[in-house]
């Protein structure tokens, strides 16, 4: 269980990254 929370939390990361990524572009 530990190792799936800690790969949701990269995920998640990556997902806010790309959207701010994208905020800024736009």
């Keep these: 269980p530990e190792e799936t ?4 939390a990269e995920q998640t990361e990556e997902a806010v990254q790309e959207s701010l990524l994208e905020i800024r572009i736009a």
């Design 5 to 8: 929370l800690l790969e949701k």
